[in-house]
């Protein structure tokens, strides 16, 4: 079978016995009434009246119980109903004036034989009230080879019954389960003809038939007759022809009708139902940025204009449900004191001032969070409707090839233009694109551009095709007088990426840096100092493995230098560059302070004076004996970095007589040649400058690595 089909189809009905014994009775339950007493049960006796008697007697191998004072009864054939009526009667023979109750306390166990072609084969001791079917689950069921419609129970060597499991396992039927008897033998013979049903059908397996049940019906009816998915026009037969030598393998088509179910089947058949099409004969799918993604039933004339009659039927379900996040309910928790004592009354008072500020302070948070949510959910404003290009999907019958059929889908859904509302035909595709999708000329682009700080009115702003950073504030009111123009921080999206990248592969190179110069140290060390280098690089190691933790939880910023002239502080200063979608512009005050930072004794912040030059800052922070003056630089307020090394010519005038500018930083860095906090990677990077700008990490990374 599995080399005709393909597949391991399983024995239909072998499943039922996986689990061992799932259905054999216990033997301490009530028998029913008609249940026959023989040797091995235990009866449960009670007498009261003229004497007083409760006992367990166990009927013997003679069939008899002994009643104390009463003598010997023979109950063994005795149904269980007619059980309290024999005991009286002898009772009475002895005592007069008694009431009698009597039952079946235990039942006796019977020992039956499960022969032939069984999972397990042997003996098996079972309950009395046992049936042919409870012995077949204690052994297991048939094995793959057993049958399963044609199970024989012998007893005393005669054939006293034969079942068809097929009735138990597909209807439940349990008419034909015959009881057991002590000695009874159970036959499985070897499975008669055999048919795979497979295809389009739940009940795909290996099915025995029988002679007078062996028509296609028949076996469908096993697994509730022809399935709904199944093609009632054509079934696949292949059949074993033994007369055609060359080959003896044959195929015939065959309908589920009336006629086809009679179709009977021989040994070795293979059914194969085949599916129904999977294609609508009457459906256009909508698909793409839409309320409804779904197929909708096609109409003779209908065209793109009757699959979208409103604008509203191209808003997707999300851009609701992203707007509705930001308005949910949320419970305030209430205070609650339940300790009453007096002598915690102002301790009560403290605590709840307390957790009033606590809660004061979360709500603050909380409102910042939802702010800058909804700040970034207009962001989903990139997601509009592609009104100038959709697409029908069209599959020519013909030539079996797909067409793409475009169209404006503003001119026909809005204005109903004929050229672009076009007909439909069953089967159609209709797909919706959103702006980011696929990308639009830039004057159709949508930009949003968040501005804060000193501006006229801070805000998410729509830039209009073309417009630069210098409109863009103009057109929402210019600066403030408090505006610090040098101080600007301009962020973008695509540089933010790039920075990452970067930073992303200078912590490749430092892993990779970091493992072969501890193999080269260690391998030009001699024997004698090994040892204690070993312990000194280990640790070393350990300390370059914090920064490179360190490192990785940073992200880069997207800041753009943008190169300012520190004496011109207005919107002419700033550069007349376009702006890009996502672009963020903070405009800061005027900050009262330089800083100096690294290998200085001071690390702090100083109040900034006009003329304040690097020289006087470093004189008042005052550089340590580590520190590297030559590798000296000034992080300055507009994002950009001044290094010693580039202010060495004539005419560039000296680093130490460079005027700073509030809110620049003043940076010593340590000697590369100890092993400090920071040297490990500035000793692969090489350049402060890159780190503060190529990987876009700013003045954070100093304070962090």
Do not use: C
């Not at 039942?107 to 079917?133: K, M």
């Not at 997207?558 to 207005?570: H, K």
Request: aromatic share 6%.
């Amino acid at each position: 079978m599995q080399e005709s089909t393909g597949k391991l189809l399983p024995v239909y009905g072998a499943e039922l016995f996986a689990q061992t014994q799932t259905y054999a009775p216990v033997s301490n339950i009530a028998p029913p009434a008609n249940y026959v007493l023989g040797p091995g049960d235990e009866v449960q006796l009670q007498v009261w009246g003229a004497i007083d008697l409760a006992a367990k007697l166990v009927v013997d191998s003679k069939g008899q119980i002994t009643i104390p004072k009463v003598g010997a009864v023979t109950v063994a054939g005795i149904s269980v109903g007619k059980l309290e009526p024999t005991l009286k009667a002898h009772v009475n023979k002895v005592f007069t004036n008694i009431e009698l109750s009597a039952s079946v306390a235990r039942l006796r166990s019977i020992q039956v034989y499960v022969v032939g072609q069984a999972q397990r084969p042997g003996t098996y001791t079972l309950s009395s009230l046992s049936t042919l079917v409870n012995a077949l689950f204690a052994s297991g069921g048939p094995s793959a080879n057993g049958s399963m419609r044609a199970i024989q129970l012998k007893r005393g060597g005669q054939l006293v019954a034969t079942i068809d499991l097929y009735d138990f396992i597909a209807k439940g039927d349990k008419l034909n389960d015959p009881s057991l008897q002590p000695g009874d033998v159970i036959v499985i013979p070897p499975a008669g003809a055999r048919v795979a049903i497979t295809g389009a059908y739940d009940q795909a397996a290996i099915y025995e038939i029988k002679p007078d049940r062996n028509s296609v019906g028949d076996l469908l009816a096993l697994g509730g007759g022809v399935p709904t998915l199944a093609s009632p026009q054509k079934a696949l037969l292949e059949r074993i022809d033994p007369s055609a030598k060359s080959a003896p393998r044959q195929v015939q088509e065959i309908a589920l009708s009336q006629t086809g179910l009679q179709q009977l089947l021989r040994d070795g058949d293979v059914l194969t139902l085949l599916p129904i099409s999977p294609a609508f004969g009457n459906a256009v799918t909508l698909q793409g940025s839409v309320a409804q993604p779904l197929r909708h039933a096609w109409t003779s004339g209908m065209k793109v204009a009757d699959l979208i009659p409103e604008p509203e039927a191209l808003i997707s379900r999300d851009y609701y449900q992203r707007k509705n996040a930001f308005v949910q309910l949320q419970e305030e928790a209430e205070d609650a004191n339940s300790d009453g004592k007096a002598g915690d009354a102002l301790s009560g008072q403290v605590k709840a001032v307390r957790n009033t500020k606590e809660k004061l302070k979360l709500k603050e948070e909380s409102n910042r969070a939802e702010g800058a949510a909804i700040l970034d959910s207009f962001s989903e404003g990139k997601r509009q409707i592609n009104w100038d290009y959709a697409v029908i999907e069209r599959l020519n019958k013909d030539t079996l090839s797909t067409q793409l059929i475009p169209f404006n889908l503003g001119k026909a859904v809005l204005q109903r233009d004929a050229e672009h509302n076009l007909p439909l035909q069953p089967g159609d595709v209709v797909s919706i694109f959103n702006q980011t999708d696929l990308r639009l000329p830039t004057d159709r682009q949508s930009r949003l551009v968040r501005i804060e700080g000193e501006v006229a009115a801070p805000g998410v702003y729509q830039a209009k095709p073309g417009e630069t950073l210098r409109q863009l504030i103009k057109r929402v009111g210019g600066l403030t007088p408090q505006a610090y123009v040098f101080g600007t921080e301009f962020t973008r999206e695509s540089v933010r990426k790039q920075q990452q990248k970067n930073l992303d592969q200078v912590i490749a190179k430092l892993e990779a840096s970091m493992s072969s110069q501890s193999s080269a140290q260690l391998a030009n060390l001699g024997a004698d100092r090994a040892a204690q280098a070993a312990t000194l690089l280990e640790a070393q190691k350990q300390s370059q493995q914090q920064q490179l933790a360190r490192l990785k939880t940073m992200r880069s910023n997207g800041r753009v230098a943008l190169e300012l002239s520190p004496t011109q502080n207005n919107l002419m200063a700033l550069p007349d560059i376009p702006v890009e979608d996502g672009d963020r512009i903070v405009m800061p005050s005027t900050p009262g302070f330089v800083a100096a930072f690294g290998a200085v004794n001071n690390e702090n912040v100083f109040v900034y004076k006009p003329g304040r030059t690097v020289d006087d800052v470093l004189r008042i922070a005052g550089v340590t004996e580590d520190g590297e003056l030559d590798q000296a630089f000034v992080l300055r307020a507009d994002g950009t970095v001044v290094a010693r090394k580039d202010r060495s010519g004539w005419f560039s005038g000296s680093f130490d007589s460079l005027a700073l500018m509030p809110g620049d930083t003043v940076v010593v860095p340590q000697k590369v040649d100890r092993e400090t906090k920071w040297t490990f990677i500035t000793r692969v990077v090489k350049d402060w400058t890159q780190i503060l700008a190529n990987l876009g990490l700013g003045i954070a990374a100093i304070n962090t690595l």
